[in-house]
């Protein structure tokens, strides 16, 4: 005698029909051309079925009772094949088949809602709009019709490729949001994948390493997670169109024609049109993405091998400003709105100001304008490169291909005239930093050589004060047979704004150990972080600590032959600087001799550190051959 499992039972016979009476989900005739209700939850649809295997019993296999008393507790172990499992949800089914047919349709409707709601998910948070999942998807209708015309292995196959597909899509779509957010563009797919471990180590360094672990994997779980549902519900629904295919087919032709009427007519609901080609607008613009990133990184090699002031030769480099020390400095997410938003202008207004007169008090006279930065939110190596290079420097693999080749920098000009020594102030530097010969630096600080014993603020290795203490005591302050050229970038203004160091007295600074307490009494990071209002007024706070640092340096440290050029790097994120706001950043030059701010007549800038809101508008890109021009150099162009 056969042994059988308790994991096995036969089909559901009439006797277990008369025992559970009929499913009123079922809709079942015999009449020809009647839809039959099948199995969508297996994928198996009962005319396939058939057809697949014509010699089929039709009755019931016959086969012993189940074992008594295995009933529903019966489960199928842990490592049962699969075939096993599914005898088992069907048995459930069977017994069960009121709450079976509620999960099924519970089922089918979040299928039916994630689809939708990824053919119509926007790429822009601006646009996340209730209104906008109110429209009838095109891509939706001729899936719909692909589906209902394949047999069941390639409906299957389709599903899939299209479930994959939208999930993909819809990811896209939402690094497009955050990208958007913090960069002020969309998510590039060939460059932008490293910057996702740059936004890992930000998160580490302001909210701690578990929690920015524990983000990484959240954000690795939830992207798998929707890629199977979007597979799993394309399947589910293109299983459920050819289980009722006749009314399919009739809805499928019917949404259609509403389709294409309401385009021609231009029909709208909640204020947006009542159709939508979401899905395929997305694709097409991702599609041209790539398309255009590829062309350009050939277009922009080309470029950058020419070089009005490529085969200048050092002697006819600069000779208006020989013997004068050079300070190249960039604050940290300095922009425009910092100047001119409502919320935060007052306080740096009156900070700069403020540094205008004590600056003139001291005998320094200053004149500013506006650059155009190639980046938003982040990314300031870019807003650097693009400065010094004179090349629009707006992605990473410009990046790439102009750090790597032999265009001329602004800073590493005032190297080959042989005249000045060139060193670099870099506190935001903690790793291995190749890029110190594209900016021509004969030296190189970074976070580690400059003797910082303090706490870290958030990102910032060290506050902007001790920074510039340091290079004073490190360069600066020397003896030294030629004058220098400097290039620092200031840090203690980069996101998240918290804790923010306060002034203290330039005598007390010692190794920064002074700031133990000033960090530990600061605002968290994640306070910060989740409060919008307050982010932009503690970035405010920031950057009136940045100027005032760097303009009491320039009054205490600097001489009468000291030229200081200050700048932005790129405005603060959206959610600072306001949805909409210019990528200017304020740009000023700070002299003694008059000679300096006079060779800049012709720029119409203005007087002070504040820039006037009409002032000049230029591209970051186009300052290097002005600088160079206005104090003497000879154009001489590379040859390429």
């Not at 074992?67 to 017994?95: C, E, I």
């Not at 385009?263 to 255009?292: I, N, W, Y």
């Not at 935060?344 to 004149?367: C, F, I, N, W």
Request: hydrophobic residues 40%; contains cysteine.
């Amino acid at each position: 005698m056969p042994v059988f499992t308790r994991f096995h039972r036969p089909p559901h016979t009439a006797a277990d029909a008369a025992a559970t009476g009929p499913d009123p989900d079922a809709s079942t005739s015999t009449a020809a051309g009647k839809d039959t209700d099948t199995d969508t939850d297996t994928g198996t649809d009962t005319a396939e079925t058939a057809e697949a295997a014509p010699g089929a019993a039709a009755g019931p296999a016959p086969g012993p009772a189940p074992r008594p008393g295995a009933g529903d507790a019966a489960a199928p172990a842990p490592g049962r094949p699969l075939a096993a499992r599914l005898a088992h949800w069907r048995a459930w089914r069977t017994r069960h088949p009121v709450p079976a047919r509620v999960l099924r349709r519970t089922t089918t409707v979040l299928a039916a809602a994630l689809v939708l709601a990824a053919l119509l998910l926007p790429n822009t948070y601006v646009a996340l709009e209730p209104n906008r999942f109110a429209q009838i998807p095109g891509e939706a209708v001729v899936g719909a019709a692909v589906l209902l015309g394949l047999p069941r292995r390639p409906r299957r196959v389709v599903a899939v490729l299209c479930g994959g597909c939208l999930g993909v899509l819809t990811l896209l779509n939402l690094l497009d949001m955050g990208f958007g957010e913090y960069l002020g563009r969309g998510f590039n797919v060939v460059l932008d994948w490293g910057l996702l471990d740059d936004a890992r180590a930000y998160v580490a360094d302001s909210l701690g390493g578990t929690v920015a672990t524990l983000a990484a994997l959240g954000a690795v779980a939830l992207a798998l997670a929707l890629l199977v549902c979007t597979v799993l519900a394309t399947v589910r629904l293109g299983d459920l169109l050819a289980a009722h295919r006749d009314r399919a087919t009739r809805g499928v032709l019917a949404a259609g024609a509403v389709w294409i009427t309401c385009s021609v007519l231009g029909l709208q609901a909640f204020g947006m049109p009542l159709v939508s080609g979401r899905a395929a607008h997305a694709l097409r613009a991702q599609t041209e993405r790539v398309v255009d990133t590829v062309r350009d990184e050939a277009a922009f090699a080309r470029e950058a091998k020419a070089d009005a002031f490529g085969a200048t030769p050092g002697e006819e480099l600069v000779p208006d400003l020989r013997g004068k020390d050079m300070v190249f400095a960039f604050i940290e997410s300095y922009g425009r709105s910092a100047v001119e938003d409502p919320a935060m202008a007052p306080g740096v207004d009156r900070t700069l100001d403020a540094s205008t007169k004590a600056l003139a008090a001291a005998g320094y006279r200053a004149r500013s304008g506006w650059l155009t930065s190639p980046t938003y939110g982040a990314g300031s190596w870019l807003g650097h490169s693009t400065f010094l290079s004179g090349l629009w420097v707006d992605n990473q693999q410009r990046y790439r291909t102009v750090t790597s080749g032999g265009h001329r920098t602004l800073t590493a000009m005032f190297g080959d005239t042989g005249a000045w020594d060139t060193v670099g102030i870099m506190p935001g530097v903690q790793k291995t930093w190749p890029e110190a010969r594209f900016h021509g630096l004969d030296k190189v600080y970074d976070a580690h050589r400059l003797g910082y014993e303090g706490p870290k603020f958030s990102w910032s290795t060290m506050p902007d004060q001790y920074a510039l203490e340091a290079f004073q005591r490190l360069e600066h302050g020397r003896k030294r047979d030629k004058p220098l050229m400097a290039e620092i970038i200031l840090t203690s203004s980069h996101q998240p704004w918290a804790p923010i160091p306060r002034m203290v007295g330039w005598d007390e600074l010692g190794d920064g150990s002074v700031f133990d307490g000033i960090e530990a009494a600061g605002r968290k990071s994640a306070d910060v972080i989740a409060d919008s209002a307050l982010s932009r007024e503690e970035y405010g706070r920031s950057i009136q600590y940045s100027v005032t640092c760097l303009t009491q340096w320039l009054e205490r440290y600097g001489t009468d032959d000291t030229v200081l050029v200050f700048l932005g790097d790129h405005q603060p994120i959206a959610r600072v600087s306001g949805d909409g706001a210019s990528r200017d950043v304020p740009v000023s030059i700070v002299a003694k001799d008059p000679k300096v701010l006079g060779a800049i007549d012709g720029w119409n800038w203005t007087d002070g550190l504040r820039p006037a809101h009409d002032a000049p508008v230029w591209r970051m890109s186009s300052f290097r051959d002005r600088f160079l021009t206005a104090y003497g150099s000879t154009p001489r162009p590379s040859k390429g």
